[in-house]
């Protein structure tokens, strides 16, 4: 089946009972049980909901895994894979990952004694010079989140293989159908589904796909043990969104295209980072690992453009946290999604104080360069 059609009938599909089309909602917390010890494979939701296995299905079948499990957000689902790692271990990371996962990682993780080490991990040779004895996994973001670097997740998964050690990769801004990183190597696929996957910004999830038998059993204990899951109503709304991915990301696409032509011929812009313009320094690579260039762009305003001025004058894109939904979104990196993040750090890896990201909706593409471009000459 093309991903076109498993988006829609991916997983479990329809409710076999009924014939409903629609997967139903087992809004509950328990299972009648026949006798002791004699149940329906169901017993407690926490451990197992009809609506939830459906989504893990259809999410494990999207990104050609092995199993696939669903949190209450992106982070539970992040945790939950740090969470396979023990006091002494170390993780590799790649240096401008989302603001949230360097949180976990330094400011919870660390307490128990997980090591990290940021590393470009765009640059192959880094990542093999950072691999210790006590290195146990790579985690990567390909694009990153805001700066859209490319990694070479197939180079990236070799070089673990060689080390015995996972490769864990953020799939959050590609979404399976665009990228899919356990065709190219990885051991675990995570993704914020509050984003593409749900795609409609009225709900919080996270997903992760795991590669083989063992991890999918470990995974799974810990969403049992820790209890991070996602709730039957929100997984029940994550597989309509999921249904209608293709258009959407078509349509993201090419929005993004549009936009992102505007603001590179812009004086007022000083850079933009796309990974859909062939100067982009991962063009290539990313060319050769997706099928789009997906519809994150960031960009910095030239040196006296006022940055307050510039978000006041938008009258069309939203200035708000998260992205991917059908909205276009406007954020400053530097203090709402990578605030967590130390300033020395920030300056350091290019989140510099005028840089912006913008997640460009599904608005007619001539209404969201007019709103910019309206906005930049009320800034200037
Ligand atoms: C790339 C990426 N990963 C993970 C997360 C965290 O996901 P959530 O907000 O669903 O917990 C985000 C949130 O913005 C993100 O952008």
Do not use: C
């Not at 026949?34 to 149940?39: Q, R, S, V």
């Not at 990578?338 to 913008?358: C, F, M, S, T, W």
């Amino acid at each position: 089946m093309k991903i076109e059609s498993l988006l829609i009938h991916g997983g479990i599909d329809g409710d076999e009972k009924t014939g409903a089309v629609s997967v139903p909602i087992y809004q509950t917390s328990t299972y009648k049980q026949e006798a002791l010890g004699k149940n329906s494979g169901y017993e407690y939701s926490r451990t197992g909901n009809p609506t939830r296995e459906a989504l893990e299905k259809l999410i494990a079948d999207l990104e050609g895994g092995y199993r696939g499990f669903a949190f209450a957000s992106g982070l539970a689902a992040i945790s939950a894979a740090l969470m396979l790692f023990k006091s002494g271990d170390k993780i590799i990371v790649s240096s401008n990952v989302y603001g949230g996962t360097f949180r976990v990682i330094d400011k919870i993780f660390k307490n128990f004694n997980l090591n990290y080490k940021l590393v470009d991990t765009s640059d192959l040779k880094k990542v093999e010079e950072s691999i210790t004895e006590d290195v146990k996994a790579i985690f990567i973001e390909t694009p990153t989140n805001p700066l859209m670097t490319i990694t070479d997740i197939s180079k990236i998964s070799e070089i673990a293989k060689k080390n015995k050690v996972l490769t864990i990769v953020d799939n959050t801004f590609m979404t399976p159908y665009l990228q899919k990183p356990i065709k190219l190597g990885a051991d675990i696929v995570l993704h914020s589904a509050t984003k593409y996957l749900g795609g409609h910004s009225d709900l919080i999830a996270g997903l992760l796909v795991v590669n083989n038998e063992e991890l999918g059993e470990r995974i799974h204990f810990i969403q049992n043990s820790t209890g991070g899951i996602l709730n039957p109503f929100d997984s029940w709304l994550l597989i309509r969104g999921i249904k209608t991915l293709s258009v959407r990301m078509d349509r993201h696409n090419e929005n993004a295209e549009y936009v992102a032509n505007f603001l590179q011929e812009n004086s007022l812009i000083d850079k933009i980072y796309y990974p859909g313009f062939p100067t982009h320094p991962g063009y290539q690579l990313h060319k050769s690992q997706a099928s789009g260039y997906g519809a994150i762009i960031s960009f910095v305003l030239k040196e006296g453009i006022d940055i307050n001025k510039f978000f006041k004058g938008l009258k069309l894109i939203t200035l708000g946290e998260s992205l991917g939904g059908v909205e276009s979104l406007i954020s400053h990196p530097a203090t709402m999604t990578h605030a967590a993040v130390p300033y020395e750090i920030r300056q350091k890896i290019g989140i510099v104080d005028n840089l912006i990201r913008l997640s460009v909706g599904l608005e007619n593409k001539e209404d969201l360069v007019e709103d910019l471009k309206n906005a930049l000459e009320f800034a200037k």
